[in-house]
């Protein structure tokens, strides 16, 4: 698969103009983006496959970090990777993780897509969905899964597919990132000593469920406070 590497000088001048004089890192590399999954010896286009590689199929509008413009910019969970639409060129590039875009806002839904280091598989973006000292983060992961051949004549086979799996939440403050599972014996002891008493009361006292993405909201609020 070749990769075309462009500098971020040269980008400067033809997108991020566009987003009212962004201030990047110039030594940064993008590199174009690929549409297509090498699967063994064959190559299969994304538009061959059901479903979508994208949290969004389109490019949204987003602000990049606290800026007050907008970019044109497609998240793939697939690839957990940033793209970003030349308007002039019609080329996709893929955004370089590193600190110099740590957030993208989309300007419709306000959702905030941040970079966030983990120590392990799950680094990379995140939604942000409660900010703050301790912050609720969401992964969202799509996966590939092949086609499978027809057994028979009478039966059809399975076409290759992109699947969105459940999401996976994260709590994040100064002491960590914690994974948050069913078990909340793990959360609780991740969590500083003089947050984990008040945090076992508050999930008893309103029978808040781990896996409920809304009752996530209101213990990182709570612990917040």
Known sequence: MKKLIITASVF????????QQIDLARNAQFTKSMDEINNGPKKIKYSDIQGTPYYYPNFIPAKLGDT?????????????SVEILDNKT????VIPEEEAYPKFTFETTKEKLVLVNTNNEYSGYFFEVVGGKNRLLKKVITKFKDETPPPNTLVPGIPAKFE????????????GVVKVSKKADDLFNALPADKKDA?????????????????LVKLVTFLNK
């Open 68 to 80: 007050s413009g907008t970019i044109p910019i497609r998240y793939s969970p697939f690839l957990d």
């Open 90 to 93: 019609g080329n996709v590039y």
């Open 164 to 175: 969105v799996q459940k999401p996976i939440y994260f709590i994040k403050s100064d002491e």
């Open 199 to 215: 945090a076992k009361d508050f999930v008893k006292s309103n029978k808040i469920k781990l896996n409920e993405e809304l009752d």
């Open 12 to 19: 400067l001048s033809g997108i991020f103009l566009q987003a």
